[in-house]
């Protein structure tokens, strides 16, 4: 209610959730761990099969495009005497959840960026706005705590 009482449509808020919603179901997720030996990257848990299901349709994501995304790097290599990226398997279960990780702060990230601007667009556009607009600040090393 109070996103709608700030101005926002309700389509708009239910996209809000749905990308909060999706990144929660994301971190429910849980991988084996891989076998560098064997060359095999981490697989998802059985477990976690719904909750990944669920997080790729909130999220919008194709579950092989994302599950590859997690399991894989790019790492700069060195081809011909030309540097070049190639995409390489990760075998830790560590690297596939600090990859999901970073995956959530930056939607949460973009998704508050643009919650900020559209504020700022509707007080601009407010009678009573008079060029009000929201600021942030963010105190580094808070987000750690």
């Known amino acids: 209610r109070q996103m709608k009482d700030a101005g926002f449509n309700d389509e708009y808020t239910q996209n809000v959730f749905k990308l909060i919603s999706g990144v929660m179901y994301l971190g429910n997720c849980d991988w084996s761990e891989g076998n560098e030996e064997a060359e095999q990257a981490p697989t998802l848990a059985a477990a976690s099969s719904?909750?990944?299901?669920?997080?790729?349709?909130?999220?919008?994501?194709?579950?092989?495009?994302?599950?590859?995304?997690?399991?894989?790097?790019?790492?700069?290599?060195?081809?011909?005497?030309?540097?070049a990226m190639k995409l390489?398997?990760?075998?830790?279960?560590?690297?596939?959840?600090?990859?999901?990780?970073?995956?959530?702060?930056?939607?949460?990230?973009?998704?508050?960026?643009?919650?900020?601007?559209?504020?700022?667009q509707m007080l601009s556009k407010s009678k009573q706005g008079g060029g009000m607009y929201i600021g942030m600040l963010d105190i580094f090393g808070f987000e750690d705590m």
Not at 54 to 61: D, E, N, S
Not at 92 to 111: E, F, P
């Open 88 to 120: 390489l398997p990760v075998f830790s279960k560590h690297a596939v959840l600090a990859q999901r990780d970073a995956i959530a702060k930056a939607v949460y990230s973009l998704l508050f960026d643009d919650i900020v601007a559209e504020l700022n």
């Open 50 to 83: 719904e909750p990944f299901t669920i997080a790729c349709v909130l999220l919008g994501l194709d579950q092989g495009v994302l599950q590859h995304a997690l399991t894989h790097k790019m790492k700069p290599v060195t081809e011909n005497g030309k540097l």
